[in-house]
């Protein structure tokens, strides 16, 4: 048995216990209300039954005693009460007369009824015995009068024993008046005074019984409670519980047997109803899932994304080779570290133009990086992703595209179009910071005559030779050109006539040694710089560069000319006869 078993078994049992436990306080505490009732009627019976027996004992002492009277025993009344005195439990016997002073132990009745008869009708006491006086409680003989029947005492003694006094009434009757006269209702009153200590025992040995009667029962309750409570609540329960432990654990198939009372059969239904809806959700939610997962999985875009907390919880392969990290390196960072600059992802994060993806190169590739805070509807932000997409190649592509938009195809100079604009960037800076700029322009000496002779594809390769010296010879921040047909020309930044007619000599010297096809050819150069001409703009410039190869080519060829110091006006340069 497993500990969830253990664990089910602990819980129903618990609820058994708890249920049962509810169950015995209220039994108990019904049980102990009837327990008081019955203590209470006991102990009313018991002492009612004492009583009613003490009343008999003081009434036939009492019609005893008036008897022997009537006999004219008088003289054994006094031996009559010590006999009574004797029988166990009885504490105190005594006959009063009506104010309390005890009968029999003076000559006050003797004197009384001697009057009545006459002198010498009874024989007086010799010894004087002074008995002590009794106080009567008060209102005892009203109730003696009006009751004409015995009246109980009982009170608690000194020492914690209970005891019972009852009083009983002496009446004059027809037989006492001969020596009483008829004056008096009573003669006198029996008093009995008795012990309630069996009663008491009495009373504890009846409790004692009702407790183990009441004992007895509340376990009997009890045990069929808690046969009733496991068989009905706690092993329906318990079937319940652990099918839906079950379904907790992932076997969503359980179904619970539709056994016992009319709830646990609804109950269980329900169950079944539920679990057979959570397999359709499930399948739903799986194949969804699939192929959600084989959407992310098999993407070429890198996919990241975190929780509420900022906790990255899914990372694909692509955004593992397009970071160059692996999943628990990403996952260790925090999302705005994902590009090794926090900055820069929180300020994607807080953007509010998110329609556009940010372009960014990161360890050599170019990646367009769309991050965004995902909030739910009521803006609460839920989480945070970030989608990768690899460009590198695309912009190689536009760059290759680029440059051969820009590029002459034969020579792999710039072509005319890209020497228009940089003509104009490099003249405008030139003017708006003062700077110097150099234009040469040439072309190659009786190139129609070269190619008629040799042909066009060897005037191609001397253009293609003409092209890799210019390469090499100019610097990086210089443009190169390729003109049109065999022409040529070079724009260099920050140059002045010096520095570009020296630069124009050494190409013309080398390409003079170049030697194509054991051919040998040569140029002409004309060279325009500002501020030396003062060209208001790039094609003036150019003019007075094409002006300046004309007068070398009128010059002899094979040489360098530069522009004269004059205004350069606006023109179409390259119409210099070759």
């Not at 504490?91 to 006459?118: C, E, K, S, W």
């Not at 190169?361 to 367009?368: D, F």
């Not at 606006?570 to 119409?575: I, T």
Request: net charge neutral.
């Amino acid at each position: 048995m497993n500990s969830n078993q253990n664990n089910n078994i602990a819980r129903n049992s618990g609820i058994g216990f708890r249920i049962l436990l509810i169950t015995g306080l209220s039994i108990l505490v019904g049980f102990g209300g009837m327990a008081l009732f019955y203590f209470r009627q006991d102990d009313e019976v018991i002492l009612s039954q004492g009583k009613r027996t003490m009343g008999l004992i003081a009434l036939s002492a009492s019609q005893g005693l008036q008897t022997a009277m009537l006999s004219g025993n008088a003289q054994i009344a006094h031996d009559y009460v010590n006999n009574i005195k004797q029988v166990p439990n009885i504490l105190d016997f005594q006959i009063l007369r009506m104010d309390g002073r005890p009968a029999f132990h003076d000559n006050q009745t003797i004197d009384a009824v001697n009057q009545h008869l006459g002198q010498g009708a009874y024989t007086r006491r010799q010894e004087k015995n002074s008995a002590k006086h009794i106080e009567i409680p008060t209102g005892l003989l009203a109730d003696l009068l009006r009751s004409e029947r015995e009246v109980f005492d009982f009170i608690v003694s000194l020492n914690e024993k209970p005891i019972l006094t009852v009083y009983s009434p002496i009446f004059n009757q027809d037989g006492c008046h001969t020596c009483h006269g008829q004056s008096d209702k009573l003669r006198g009153m029996v008093k009995l005074t008795t012990s309630l200590e069996t009663v008491k025992w009495d009373i504890q040995a009846a409790r004692i019984r009702t407790l183990g009667m009441f004992g007895l029962g509340i376990l009997v309750i009890l045990g069929m409670v808690y046969l009733a409570i496991h068989r009905l609540v706690v092993t329906p329960l318990g079937r319940i519980t652990r099918a839906m432990e079950q379904v907790a654990g992932g076997d969503i198939l359980q179904q619970v047997p539709v056994l016992g009372s009319q709830e646990f059969v609804r109950m269980a239904r329900s169950f079944n109803f539920m679990s057979a809806e959570l397999e359709k959700s499930h399948k739903g939610l799986q194949t969804e899932r699939d192929k959600l997962a084989t959407i992310i999985l098999s993407a070429r875009e890198g996919i990241v994304v975190t929780d509420q907390s900022g906790q990255v919880v899914l990372v694909n392969p692509a955004a593992e080779r397009l970071l160059g990290k692996t999943v628990q390196e990403i996952s260790s960072q925090s999302f705005v570290n994902l590009l090794d600059d926090p900055s820069y992802m929180e300020g994607l994060l807080t953007s509010h133009d998110k329609a556009m993806p940010e372009t960014v190169v990161y360890k050599n590739r170019v990646l367009h990086v769309y991050a965004a805070t995902i909030r739910a509807n009521d803006n609460r932000p839920v989480g945070s992703a970030a989608l990768l997409r690899d460009i590198t190649g695309e912009k190689r592509l536009e760059e290759k595209l680029r440059q051969l938009s820009y590029t002459d195809g034969l020579t792999g100079l710039l072509n005319r179009r890209r020497l228009d604009e940089v003509l104009t960037e490099e003249f405008d800076r030139a003017q708006r910071y003062h700077l110097e700029l150099a234009v040469l322009l040439f072309d190659v000496d009786h190139f129609k005559k070269f190619n008629d002779r040799h042909g066009h594809d060897q005037g191609d390769r001397v253009l293609q030779a003409i092209g890799r010296e210019m390469r090499n010879l100019f610097r990086a921040l210089d443009f190169p050109c390729r003109f049109g047909g065999e022409e040529f020309c070079v724009i260099m930044p920050s140059t002045g006539q010096t520095g570009a007619q020296q630069v124009a000599e050494r190409l013309r010297e080398r390409v003079e040694l170049t030697d194509v096809d054991g051919l040998k050819v040569t140029i002409s150069v004309g060279v325009a710089t500002l501020p030396l001409v003062e060209a208001a703009n790039p094609e003036a410039l150019l003019k007075a560069a094409d002006e300046a190869l004309y007068e070398a080519k009128r010059g002899g060829r094979n040489q360098v000319c530069c522009a004269t110091p004059r205004l350069a006006q606006p023109g179409s340069p390259g119409e210099n006869p070759a």
